[in-house]
């Protein structure tokens, strides 16, 4: 009785195995079957018709760059420091403080004021002719964030003028010693900042659009005015303009405030009078009237004392 119960036990996990081995052997695509298909979902469309978002907007107003006219590259800064003495320094007016007259001061390529270069240049606003002064500058350093270094850019300020205006710069009966005034009224004015040279143009084109368009928000009765205050000097170094510049604003028709010359008694731009002569009225540009033109070295200059670079 024992052999046949022990002959059971045996017959039985010997098909019990059997049957595990079945399943373990079955194909893979029995098995993939009973997985489920994965559904797809649903693709939400985009409901915003595309009429009801407003367009970017378009310049609509033609500007156009004409020949290079004149520049003025040439030219020193100079103040008075805070010791008295008058400093100097290519193309920028040093500091005060003269321990920030150290080339290796991050800001000492701003200086008090700088100017790289001055473009005049022929220009076109939907066909109506002007001509565009360009100051370019080194401007104020800016941080990209918090824990950056302090940076400084290139930028223009340009001032858009009536041709004829430009005449004004030099004065046919000037005397040495005599300072004079000039007020541009400007038609377009902005500032555009930019590395390559060669894209200020188009930086130039679109921020002329731009103010074109938001004329409609601002007061256009009031007018902006380029001024500047020159005066022409002889040194034991030669015959030399000085001068200085900013803006002034006042409604069309109303008078603007002058120029303060006393600004000349403590800092100005200086440039060798024959070049500032050329710059003033270059060949290259037609007045739409003629008008007598006197070259430095054909002005009576009367012997005056030696003078010191503060002795107006």
Do not use: C
């Not at 009765?221 to 000097?233: A, C, D, I, M, N």
């Amino acid at each position: 009785m024992g052999k046949f119960i022990a002959f059971f036990v045996v017959l039985f996990f010997a098909f019990a195995g059997m049957l595990s081995i079945y399943g373990q052997t079955q194909p893979a695509q029995n098995k993939k079957s009973a997985q489920k298909k994965a559904v797809p979902k649903p693709v939400v469309k985009d409901t915003v018709a595309q009429g009801d978002t407003e367009p970017e907007p378009e310049d609509t107003i033609d500007v156009t760059f004409g020949k290079n006219i004149v520049n003025l590259r040439t030219f020193n800064g100079w103040i008075k420091d805070d010791s008295g003495k008058w400093v100097s320094s290519p193309n920028r007016i040093p500091f005060t403080n003269p321990e920030y007259n150290n080339g290796l001061y991050y800001k000492y390529n701003l200086g008090n004021d700088n100017i790289r270069q001055i473009n005049v240049v022929e220009m076109k606003i939907d066909g109506v002719p002007y001509l565009g002064i360009i100051i370019e500058q080194n401007k104020e350093p800016y941080k990209n964030h918090p824990d950056s270094v302090f940076r400084s850019y290139v930028g223009a300020d340009y001032y858009l003028i009536k041709t004829e205006d430009y005449r004004k710069l030099w004065n046919d009966k000037l005397k040495m010693g005599k300072p004079y005034e000039v007020d541009i009224k400007t038609e377009y004015s902005g500032l555009v900042g930019y590395k390559d040279i060669k894209k200020r143009p188009e930086y130039m084109s679109s921020e002329i659009n731009k103010d074109i368009r938001n004329r409609v928000y601002t007061d256009t009765s009031v007018k902006t005015y380029l001024q500047f205050g020159f005066l022409p000097v002889k040194t034991p170094k030669g015959s030399f303009m000085r001068f200085y510049y900013g803006l002034e604003y006042a409604h069309e028709g109303e008078p603007i405030s002058p120029f303060n010359f006393n600004t000349l008694k403590e800092k100005y731009y200086e440039v060798n009078l024959d070049l500032f002569h050329k710059f003033a009225r270059p060949q290259g540009l037609v007045f739409s009237s003629k008008a007598s033109v006197i070259k430095p070295k054909a002005l009576p200059v009367k012997k005056k004392p030696v003078r010191k670079p503060d002795d107006f």
